[in-house]
């Protein structure tokens, strides 16, 4: 039988290739002890269904045809015509059913849920890069949830990630993608942390990116976020900017979605984190670094009330770490003494 | 202030400074060579100097300059003569209404730096190799020669020669032993600046080295923790308190505490110590301790009017009473040793689990070469900066007081306002007046010329020295100026930077690199087909909706944003110089526009 639907706690690395690099991490996450809301992820043979099933695969391939990575106009006219059709294609009965009883196990009363894309393959590495980061927050009922599982699916074929195929000469390949759908905190604290900081490369220090309201402000740079480096070593935070936050994302009053509001007052220019905070998910960070066994890009919320709960919605390796060819190279220590005289080998 | 306006890019000319008014005559405090003088100019003018603010942060007084040239001779000596290091010889100074500006002296023959980098590499191998029972030797050098400031003699003028001079053998007249005693004077303190740097270039080279590597491994690594894995746990320079701290333990153990009461002067507490046997005793022990800890200065620095703790006990005493009543009220004084050379370990072993096996072993080796050289790095400035130098100053002091008994000054202290040379010839004149029982001059040239030049400092001490002037140099190689001032290419530029003001926006540095270019101001999604190839993309901030077009520009500056938003990701996965969050860079730039985009430092300089 085809699988279309796993829950989270089932899902280990290996399960990459079916589920998508974020659904896979969030398994593993799980089974590190590292508290993740929990929630259910949607398989790629889910997707390929879809797309079967509605006879997509030759409008997708017309579409595209002739398409070069430069050009912005006809990657846009692609984009759109594909995407049409997606949308108004039905998601397969199959799938739907067990979207509903997944989502109905999730909790009573239609529970606020995140949807996201969780690309796989190559896209899983480059896929910050790319942005097929297609995030629904605060989806409830069954309809809804498939309605941004299916956008997550049209996504594929936004302009940046057409474009970032055609980049890598790719086009050809029949792309798939992975869905995750997670029950949702009200966070009133969220934002991002690399286990190094990501622009010096030091590997002692965690940088950690804050923000008032859910991730999205601090994920989309719709913020300048309160900017922290604490030592793993000391746990002392090394260096803090905190900034003003302008705007803030929360669940709409009227039940579906996130709203965009402004944050006014004292708040916006207040700290959104404190010292424990920070060493609470400095030590998240370093047991995800350690589990994984490479530096990792983790998301995170603190929920609303309970701030002194980390709760981790995501991680994935860091894509870029600054060139390592600026460090010196290895030497001994009487080498690299001589050559802070200039009596060394030449510095290359 | 009295600058005038710098030329673009540069700092102002050392021959274009103004003198501060009512200061005007400062340059007869100072040698000649000490000035920036017209006919050196065209090659001063066209150097680099920075205000050696570390040494020198106030104006000097005329005598106070022998702490310059001294220290200069040796350091040149050790560097330049004996060690050869091979791309700097040694360090010019000028003086520039009372403040000092240096300037390295490089090496720029290839064939010469080739030259001196064989001796080099012997000799201060041969330090590196030999550190431990070398330093063993220098200590033992520089106890004598303290031991030996403190036999010289300053003779008093009698009015008659005692009679071991009438009838002894081999006995000098006063005149003779004044003007032998002063130049010994002199020479003892040059000779304790020979020994002073001796080992600091390769100590503080080693040391350096450590620190080096570190930041190159560990670029966020605060400097506190890279010290705290090299310091010495038993350090000299921590005895005077320990010291300290036992006596306070005394004052308590034989119940003579209450004695150190808050507001009482180091004088009426010994006034009431004097009052009991216990008192007494206390007073015994501590004057064991006052020989050598008391030889603390109590300011960090050159000048004169930097005392020792015998001097001025005031320091010393506020530490008792401290001590004491931490003592009474149930706390722990003592430095918990135990405790520093457990984090000292944890926090090697830490940072060097952090690093890949090869960084590692250099990690290593630099960490343990670091720990060997240390002692020597902390204890040289107990030796020689407090210990010999208080005891020098006031080894001139006596000088001093010799002239102010006979009217050429009218306080010991006023000898720091003439120069050595000055004191030379002012006591030439009073043992000729003294001999001769002629009248002296000195009494009505003397007092005249301080009180001018007391106030000329005063003066001078209201003038902010601009941090460099001269050329700005395109790259700042001078191995010394870099490890010993921090004076990096980096820094230079910062200072040429506020000099001119303005032109400079701040942001977070989100992706490594510099570049220059031409600025494309992009304000919605709907604009970016207007993008150039070559660009440098100037926005509020970027979505994923604009990554088609990151493969064109070369650059990216976003009014807001951190170092994790978009923009900066995708800038580092390409590669592209990036700096985020800069609040201003769309109103401050237009397309079109030149800038420079440092997103290692995150600045973006509009040219």
């Known amino acids: 039988m085809t699988e279309y639907i796993r829950p989270l706690e089932q899902l280990s690395r290996n399960d990459e290739p079916n589920f998508g690099g974020k659904s896979a991490n969030l398994g593993e996450l799980l089974a590190a002890d590292i508290p993740v809301p929990p929630g259910f992820a949607i398989s790629t043979e889910a997707f390929r269904a879809f797309i079967h099933d509605a006879g997509l695969e030759k409008r997708i391939g017309s579409a595209l045809s002739g398409v070069s990575a430069g050009d912005v106009d006809a990657i846009g006219r692609a984009s759109r015509a594909i995407s049409e059709a997606m949308r108004f294609a039905p998601i397969p009965a199959a799938v739907r059913e067990q979207i509903g009883d997944y989502y109905g196990e999730l909790g009573e009363d239609s529970p606020p849920v995140a949807v996201r894309s969780s690309a796989v393959g190559e896209d899983s590495q480059d896929a910050t890069f790319a942005g097929q980061q297609e995030t629904y927050l605060w989806v409830r009922g069954t309809e809804h949830v498939c309605d941004a599982i299916r956008d997550c699916w049209v996504s594929l074929y936004s302009p940046p990630a057409i474009s970032y195929r055609a980049r890598l000469r790719d086009r050809e390949a029949q792309p798939a993608m992975g869905v995750t759908v997670q029950i949702m905190v009200d966070a009133e604290v969220s934002g991002v942390m690399f286990t190094c900081n990501p622009v010096s490369g030091d590997p002692s220090m965690v940088a950690i990116n804050s923000s008032w309201g859910l991730g999205l402000a601090v994920v989309g740079g719709e913020v300048t976020p309160d900017d922290f480096l604490v030592s793993k070593v000391t746990r002392e935070i090394v260096r803090e900017h905190i900034h003003p936050k302008q705007v803030q994302y929360v669940p709409d009053p009227a039940g579906m979605g996130a709203i965009r509001v402004s944050i006014d007052g004292d708040r916006r220019e207040a700290r959104s984190l404190e010292p424990a905070d920070l060493e609470r998910l400095v030590d998240v960070a370093r047991r995800i670094e350690r589990y994984f066994g490479c530096h990792q890009d983790i998301e995170w919320a603190l929920p609303r009330g309970e701030t002194e709960r980390v709760l981790v919605v995501q991680t994935r390796p860091v894509t870029a770490v600054p060139n390592k060819t600026e460090k010196p190279k290895p030497a001994s220590a009487m080498s690299l003494i001589m050559s802070t005289f200039g009596a060394g080998p030449p510095k290359d | ?607």
């Open chain 2, 1 to 607: 202030m009295a600058t005038t306006a710098p030329r673009a890019g540069a700092f102002p000319s050392p021959y274009e400074i103004e003198t501060p008014p009512g200061c005007e005559g400062w340059e007869e405090m100072y040698p000649y060579y000490a000035l920036f003088d017209e006919r050196r100019r065209e090659i001063d003018e066209n150097r680099f100097w920075f205000w050696n603010s570390m040494h020198f942060p106030m104006p000097m007084p005329a005598f106070d300059v022998i702490c310059i040239d001294s220290p200069y001779q040796a350091v040149g000596a050790w560097q330049n003569r004996v060690f050869a290091v091979p791309p700097a010889m040694g360090i010019d100074y000028r003086c520039v209404n009372g403040y000092i500006y240096i300037s390295g002296n490089p090496v720029t023959d290839p064939a010469k730096i080739a030259e001196r980098a064989e001796f080099f590499q012997q000799r201060a191998g041969y330090y590196f190799g030999n550190w431990t029972e070398l330093y063993g030797k220098w200590r033992a050098k520089m106890e004598a020669l303290i031991g030996e400031l403190g036999e010289l003699q300053v003779p008093d003028l009698p009015e008659y020669e005692p009679d071991e001079v009438a009838f002894g053998e081999d006995r000098n007249t006063a005149f003779y032993e004044v003007l032998d005693a002063y130049p010994r004077a002199l020479r003892l303190g040059d000779l304790m600046w020979q020994h002073h740097f001796e080992f600091l270039l390769l100590g503080y080279g080693a040391y350096g080295t450590f620190v080096e590597f570190c930041k190159s491994q560990l670029p966020d690594i605060p400097d506190q923790h890279i010290a705290q894995m090299v310091a010495g746990i038993d350090v000299l320079l921590f005895r005077p308190d320990a010291e300290l701290r036992r006596l306070a333990r005394l004052a308590i153990a034989t119940g003579v505490d209450e004695a150190f009461q808050q507001g009482r002067t180091p004088h009426e507490i010994d006034a009431e110590l004097q009052n009991s046997d216990a008192g007494k005793s206390w007073l015994d022990e501590l004057e064991k301790v006052k020989d050598p800890w008391f030889n603390m200065a109590t300011g960090d620095g050159l000048y004169h009017y930097y005392r020792s703790w015998l001097d001025d006990p005031s320091i010393p005493y506020a530490s008792l009473i401290g001590h004491i009543s931490a003592l009474n009220a149930g706390e722990q004084i003592d430095r918990p040793t135990e405790e520093i050379q457990r984090e000292r370990d944890r926090l090697a072993t830490e940072y060097g689990a952090l690093l890949d096996a090869e960084s590692r072993k250099s990690f290593d080796d630099l960490l343990n070469l670091s720990r060997t050289v240390f002692p020597y790095v902390e204890e040289h400035k107990f030796f020689c900066d407090y210990w010999f130098l208080t005891r020098w100053w006031n080894k001139i002091r006596e000088f001093g007081a010799l002239l102010a008994r006979s009217g050429f000054l009218e306080d010991a202290e006023d000898v720091f306002q003439l120069s050595r040379y000055e004191v030379a010839s002012a006591l030439d004149e009073l043992v000729l007046t003294w001999a001769t029982g002629g009248l002296p001059l000195g009494p009505k040239h003397w007092p005249p010329i301080v009180a001018r030049r007391k106030e000329i400092l005063k003066k001078l001490g209201d003038w902010t020295p601009p941090p460099a002037i001269g050329v700005t140099p395109e790259a700042v190689t001078d191995p010394m100026t870099i490890m010993l001032w921090g004076v990096t290419t980096e820094r230079v530029q910062e200072w040429a930077r506020q000099q001119d003001g303005g032109s400079v926006l701040n942001g977070a540095a989100a992706s490594p690199g510099v570049i220059e270019g031409v600025a494309r101001v992009v304000r919605s999604v709907d604009q970016i087909g207007d993008v150039r190839d070559g660009e440098i993309l100037v926005c509020g901030s970027t979505s994923p909706a604009w990554a088609p077009i990151f493969s064109k520009i070369k650059a990216t500056v976003t009014d807001v944003g951190g170092v994790m938003s978009h923009a900066a990701i995708v800038a580092r996965e390409y590669g592209l110089p990036a700096v985020v969050g800069t609040g201003r860079a769309t109103a401050a730039i237009h397309t079109g526009q030149t800038i420079r985009v440092d997103g290692t430092e995150g600045t973006v300089t509009l040219l």
